[in-house]
């Protein structure tokens, strides 16, 4: 074997080598399958709240789902808050998939979520009719972030909902409740 070939050897081996730390960084970055759940929808407790009609399992018995990576305006926002809550009482009785975010409940006792409804990504769905506004819209870690970030350019610029030129809202659900005293 000739330094010719050690040369082409040893760069071929770095080629692979390198190939192995991208992918293995390919696969790092590709976030896990989710885990779903088939449920079925008691009531819309708020714009991004959903009430079970059962608990999820008896080793989780949760019965409240957050849609993840969306905001509602909070429920005494009026008319936004009734509004962000009526965009999703056709999902009364109505057998949805979750994508869970995460398996643990939140200080409320719920599970962050995305909601499937025949293929339709129900936190999107929120977001198109003007209902909600993304938590983070610079999150795009999201699984989704795209079709959310879509669903609530495409509502801002037609003007539905809570960007309705004549009657947006103006502050977020957070700082509503901030500035107002609680009961």
């Known amino acids: ?46 714009g991004n709240t959903l009430e079970l009609l059962f608990e999820l399992s008896p080793e989780q018995p949760v019965t409240a789902i957050r849609l993840a990576a969306i905001e509602a305006p909070d429920r005494d926002q009026e008319p936004w808050g009734s509004q962000a809550r009526d965009c999703l009482a056709d999902l009364r009785d109505q057998i949805i998939q979750l994508e869970l975010v995460d398996n643990q409940p939140d200080a409320y006792n719920r599970l962050w979520a995305y909601g499937w409804q025949q293929g339709e990504l129900i936190n999107a769905t929120s977001l198109a009719q003007g209902c909600t506004y993304l938590a983070d819209p610079t999150d795009e870690f999201s699984p989704h972030y795209q079709e959310l970030l879509y669903a609530q350019e495409r509502s801002r610029l037609l003007g539905l909902g809570i960007w309705d030129p004549q009657n947006p809202l103006r502050e977020t659900a957070q700082r509503f409740r901030e500035r107002s005293p609680s009961p």
């Open 1 to 46: 074997m000739g330094r010719g070939d050690t040369s082409i050897l040893r760069r071929r081996s770095r080629l692979i080598g390198l190939a192995a730390i991208v992918l293995a960084l390919i696969l790092w970055l590709i976030p896990p399958a989710a885990a779903t759940q088939t449920v079925t929808i008691d009531y819309a407790k708020s």
